[in-house]
Structure formats: C-alpha cells, structure tokens
C-alpha cells in the first residue's frame, strides 16, 4: 500500500507517468521538463503564463530548478521496481539484498536461494520442494496444516492425509493429485476439442453471416441504384408526357374555336330579323293591292331555302358540333393514351418493388436433355455435343431443354437469367404436363408453355410465344440479362430486360390451372440463373 502511494507521489500531473528530469516551479509544484517546456511554449502566446497544477499565474516565466532529491528518488523506485521484476520471486532468507529463488518449501512455507536449498535439503531431507510460489498457504490444508497430497473424488476435494484417515473424508476413495490431475486433464482435453469443433463452427458461421450481411448490402446499393434510376426515367417520362398531352390540347383548342361560326350565325340572324320585320309590315297592311304586289313570299322564306340553310349552318356548326363530337372521342384517345402510358411506368415500377424473399431456382437434373451440361451449384445450363449419357426417362426432354426443381401454385415471384452472346436461348415457364418430345415440347409451342426468345444469330431478333402463336417485340434486347415476373393468383406473367432502367418487354394474362416450373432453352451457348426471389401470398 504504501509503495501503491509512493508511487502515485512521483507521477507528472501533465503526463501521468512518473517524473522524468523533475524540475521545479517557483508555487513548488514539479514537472517532468519536457512537459512544462511544452507549457511554456503554448501560455508564451498570451503574455502569461500559469502553473498547470495550481492555476499560479507568472507575469514572467520563472527559472526551472532540478529537483535532485525527487530525481534520486524515482532513480531508487524504478531501480528497486526493475530488479523485482527481474528477479521474480525471491528467498525468504535473503534479506541483505533480493536473491532470486529456486525452489519453494510446502512445508515451511518458504523460498530458496541455491545457497539456502542446500542447507534445507540436508536439514530438512522430508520436505516437499517445489517451482517457486507466492501462495504457498493455498497449498496446505486450512484444519490439519498439513500439505495437500490427496483428492477426493466424492467431494472433489483436495486433502491432506490426516483428512482421509480421521477427518471427514474419512472412508472416501481417494487419489494422489498427480493421478486426479491427469484424470481431470484428458477430461479437459475432450472439452477443450469440443469447444475448438464449437468455435470453427461458430467461426464459420460468423464468415458465412458476413458474407450474407454484404450481399445483402451490395444487393441493397444494386437496388437503391435502380430504384433511383427508375424513378428518374419516370419522371422524365411524366415530364414529356405532360409537355405532349398540354400542347395537344392547346393544339385542340386552337382548331376547335368558334369565333368564325359566330360571326356567320350573328349575321345570318340579322338577316333574318329584316325578313321577319318585312313580313311583319305586310301582315299589318290593309290595302290587298299592295300585299299581294310583293314578290313570292317563298323568297322571303322557302321551306326548302330554310331547311337548306338549317342543313348548311348544320354542317357549318356541325364542323363544330362533329369537333366537339370528335374532340370528345379525341380526348378519350387522348386519356387512354395517358393511361396507357402510365400503366407501362407502373408495371415498370412494379418490377423493382417485389418484396425481396429469397428463394433459390435449382434447375432439375432429371428433367434436362442429355445435350445439357448442368452446372454443379444447379444455376446454369449449357449445351454440348457431348451426350451426357443420362437414363432416358418419361420426364426428361429430348431437345436443349431443362425445367426448374421447385414449382409454384401460388404468390407473386421473380427471377433473372443471364445468356451468353452466342447461339440462342428460350427463358419462361410452363406446366409439368408439357409434352417432352416432338416439335410441340419446346417452350411457347403450346398452349402449356410460355416463353421469351432470343436469337442471337439473328440481329437479336426477339419475341415472345405461347401455343405457337409469336408476338415480335418492338425493339431489340441489347443487355444479357433478363428478369421474369410471376403473380399467379392475377395469372400474369412478364418479362423485363434488365437495363438501365428496367424494360418492360411483354405480359402474359393466363387463367393458370396447373403448377408452374422456369423453363429453359439453349442452344451453342449457356444460360445462368443469376439470382430469384419472391413474395409468398400473406395468411
């Protein structure tokens, strides 16, 4: 304790170590002078300067004295500490000056120097020596004082010999320590094996996690990147699409205006007006000569004039009429076009918003055309003119084709193929019952199948089948990745070019009646699935 003390005493108050060169300040508080000349050079700025301890203030930094007295006592502390920690555990029966021990007396509960072990062995020639030890009390028994030879296995017990012959181990079996010592030892080894099996395990569970843990972030940053980029190309889309639907309108609105209809009306009814009044003058005449001496009454009002005219301001209101008639079928075309258009954004959008549940697409060893070579981790097929030499069996397919392991009868799913750049390949799904053979087996040549084609031979021609029926796509597929999207339950089945952003390609609209596997096709190439989640229908 009171060395714990001394030592406290001779620690810098600026570095917490103990004094190192101790000099003193003029309010008596010391420093190591390294420390306080780096406090000098930080207070000179100011004009004065402080003791770091005392808070003192000096108008002028004071002179530095030594403190030889404090510099010979940390010289003793740190020599006297060195040596101990040299020496170790010293003999007890040196006391001029630390002598390292060599053995340790049980009995005597004492230490030995070479010099004092040889006294003591010829002394003392039934004591029991061992490796130098700071507890020997611990090595004895705490009632008898006697050395601890024995351990009793019933009370797992270390005991002296008086303990097993009279004390209350009395009776009980009983083993030399050494023996009990190398009992519990090969026990020990068997559970240290068993925990070094449990923490490889557990090691390789936490890499395994890991690896999990940054897929899943890289997964996460792939996504936010498409999502960003997405709603950008919406938005863009929404931006052109209102430019284009508001100058349409102000174009309709243009060719819509009535002002020259009124014009021609307002003096069409002028006209009538001095007709009527005219007519009106004769009605009130009283003299015959004179009403029956105006011209024929029929040029002042035919009913076929009329009815010309009720046709031909017909016609010419009409072009308004049929304007406001056509100009209202225009505008539903013009709404449906907007809708249209927003649909495709939103199956656009519908394709990134899955909800992401992992679910491997393994593909079906038994299913695949002996012209398949199927990877070992089951994700990718690729044809060779190899024969595989596989048994020929009523669910394997004849022609370049494998189906999926898993099936599905209910839930929204997507998954992503990638092909190679060369020869062609087929992506869909189809039922189970799809006939395995003939023309009629390849995927979108029946009415059990769907498909995308991509023939690379061919310019990248591209299109999608069902029964045989082909629908070319517009453009042409310039990325090697493709995404199916399945919801059963809506039975719709699309496919997505995975570009930048995503692309809509085409939609299925299927009443599905049977369960459903990914299919595939490929021919002088490969094709890999490179990844497949999905969303299970909610309880």
Known sequence: MASADLRHELLCSICKDIYTDPVTLRCGHNFCRVCIDGVQDTDGGYGEYSCPQCRATFQKWPPLQKNITLCNVV???????????????????????????????LLCEASLCEKHLKVHIKT??????TEPNTSLKTRKCSIHKKILEYYCTEDAACICVSCSLAGEHRGHRVEMLVEASEKKKKKLKTVLQKLITKRKKTEERVQSLEERRRKAQERAAGEAERVIALITHVRRRVDD???????????????????DVIQKLELKKDELSKKMRHIEELCNMTDPLTVLQEPDTRDL????????????????????????????DRGMELISHISHSLSDLIKDINVIFYVQDPADILLDVNTAANNLLISDDLKTATWTEIKQNRPETAE????????????????????????????????????PSIDKRGQQSYIGYNNKSWGLYKVLVYNNLCSVRHDSNEIPLPHDISSDRVRICLDYEAGQLSFYELCDPIRHLHTFTVTFTEPLHAALYVYNGSIEISGSNCEEPSS
């Not at 003392?124 to 020596?129: G, K, P, R």
């Not at 009720?310 to 009409?318: I, P, Q, R, S």
């Open 301 to 328: 009002c035919d009913p076929e004039e009329e009815g010309g005219d009720e046709d031909k301001w017909g016609h010419d209101g009409g072009d308004e009429d049929t304007g406001g008639h056509d100009g209202g």
């Open 241 to 259: 699409l209102e430019k284009k639907v508001l100058s349409e309108i102000s174009s309709r609105e243009e060719k819509m205006s009535l002002s």
């Open 75 to 105: 010289e003793n502390v740190l020599s006297t500490q060195l040596h101990h920690e040299i020496i170790g555990i010293c003999c007890t029966y040196c006391v001029d000056s630390p002598v390292p021990a060599v053995k340790s007396c």
């Open 124 to 129: 003392s020639a039934d004591h029991v020596l």
């Open 396 to 431: 394997r397919f004849l022609y370049n084709q494998v189906l999926s392991g898993r099936r599905f009868t209910s839930g929204r799913h997507y998954w992503d193929v990638e092909g190679s750049r060369s020869g062609w390949w087929i992506v869909g799904m189809c039922y």
